[in-house]
């Protein structure tokens, strides 16, 4: 299905790396109130009736997907995991839910269906790469959970950092999390997940722009609303990225 895409142009800024995307654009109110405007419109178009993103033959997969954002955790904790096909790591289930769950990759691989697509991976920054990827449909790992009548958000919660300590994190809203395609992958072009592309574990939301695919998720929170200690509901939303960030 065709998607709808909006492209705001500021000037003539060079997207040259994400931490370099947020300029002194970002200041002016009149700017910043203009921006919102396709971001309210990709938010009622494109997350009503899940239009789906395209998907690629085998023969499109790019020979190496591009690292990018920040580099792997270096805690002893994810060394560990790591160097023991990845023993004791889990990802947790908490918040709004009737059944907060804790799981390890072997039941995520067991327990659910076993999805794949090849999507396009696109960056803010404008680059793109194709990419096979493999996992379970995040709204089956939520389903399995029960989210309460009043869960609004799904917030991921992620191991690595920007080098302050300030840990990535990301947020769709309900209807999202339900997209076909919006995968918690565990396998990239038939082999897990590469350290640099967020082992063992990463959101996979082909329908938006790349940063919303959050890597190195190991916790999953369900919540009413975006705000408190969830901020503007991303790592680069609280830098003024847009939040939907739909393609």
């Not at 059944?99 to 269906?113: C, I, Q």
């Amino acid at each position: 299905m065709k998607r709808v895409t909006f492209i705001s142009i500021a000037g003539s800024t060079l997207l040259t790396g994400c931490s370099g995307f947020v300029t002194s654009l970002n200041d002016n109110a009149t700017v910043r109130k203009a921006l919102e405007v396709p971001e309210r419109l990709n938010t009622a178009l494109l997350s009503h009736g899940h239009p789906l993103a395209r998907e690629y033959a085998e023969s499109a997969i790019s020979p190496d997907f591009r690292q990018n954002g920040f580099d792997p955790p270096s805690s002893a904790e994810y060394g560990r995991w790591s160097a023991t096909g990845w023993a004791g790591y889990r990802l947790v289930v908490s918040g709004l839910v009737d059944s907060p769950r804790s799981y390890d990759l072997a039941a995520l691989r067991h327990k659910f269906p076993r999805r794949s697509q090849i999507t396009r991976h696109d960056c803010v920054e404008g680059w793109s790469v194709i990419g096979k990827w493999t996992g379970v449909r995040l709204t089956d790992v939520l389903q399995d959970c029960i989210p309460k009548p009043q869960a609004g958000f799904v917030v991921f919660h992620c191991l690595d950092d920007d080098g302050t300590a300030t840990r990535y994190y990301e947020s769709l809203n309900m209807e999202q999390a339900a997209h076909p395609q919006a995968l918690l992958a565990y396998e990239l072009n038939d082999r897990p997940v590469p350290l640099k592309n967020g082992a063992p574990l990463r959101l996979k939301v082909p329908t938006q722009l790349g940063y919303k695919s959050a890597k190195y998720v190991n916790h999953i929170e369900v919540v009413a609303r975006l705000g408190g200690h969830n901020g503007k509901g991303g790592y680069w939303e609280d830098r003024d990225y847009e939040w939907f960030a739909g393609i």
